[in-house]
């Protein structure tokens, strides 16, 4: 069993309606992911550009970057065995009319608006989790959070 560090946000759209961000939030306790480290924050638009750099050109980018700084967003820093699949998983499908249509129970089925507006973000691979969870939290020390923290998670 291996640790797995994922970066989680809970975007615009769901922070909006505190029922929703409520609900994601117990949603992420009741699947046995630790919380590492917890942010509210606001995007500029620079930060969403930055973020999303890989999509430029794509139809959807400029809608993308506006509504990912439309307003407060809240990341996690979350930790479990297969960390990264499982809240993708959780997740489901990016486009909120096929996560309907194919998986119901997911967070994107349940609570999205459009494929732009779903929700939430879950870092793909180990490579993208390491990149985002130090775009959102540069303080953040993974290697130094396993020596002082990780003891008390009991896997
Ligand atoms: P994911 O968020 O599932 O990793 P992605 O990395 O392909 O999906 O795209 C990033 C975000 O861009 C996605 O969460 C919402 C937006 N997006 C992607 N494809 C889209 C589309 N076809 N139409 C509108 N927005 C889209
Ligand atoms: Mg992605």
């Not at 759209?13 to 919380?35: G, K, M, S, T, Y």
């Not at 997740?91 to 967070?107: E, H, L, N, W």
Request: with cysteine; aromatic share 12%; hydrophobic share 40%.
């Amino acid at each position: 069993r291996v640790l797995q560090l994922t970066l989680a946000v809970i975007k615009p759209d769901a922070v909006a309606h505190p029922l929703i961000l409520e609900a994601l939030h117990q949603r992420i306790l009741e699947n046995d992911f630790l919380i590492v480290r917890k942010k509210d924050l606001i995007w500029r638009i620079g930060d969403s550009e930055r973020f999303y750099a890989e999509h430029e050109g794509r139809f959807f980018y400029q809608r993308l970057v506006e509504f990912m700084s439309s307003g407060p967003m809240r990341a996690y820093i979350l930790a479990r065995e297969d960390a990264i699949t499982r809240w993708r998983e959780l997740m489901g499908p990016t486009k909120v009319y096929r996560a309907r249509y194919t998986s119901p129970s997911t967070i994107r089925a349940q609570y999205g608006l459009t494929d732009t507006r779903n929700t939430t973000h879950g870092s793909d691979s180990e490579e993208s989790a390491k990149r985002e969870i130090a775009f959102f939290f540069p303080e953040f020390s993974a290697e130094q959070w396993l020596e002082e923290e990780e003891p008390c998670f009991r896997a």
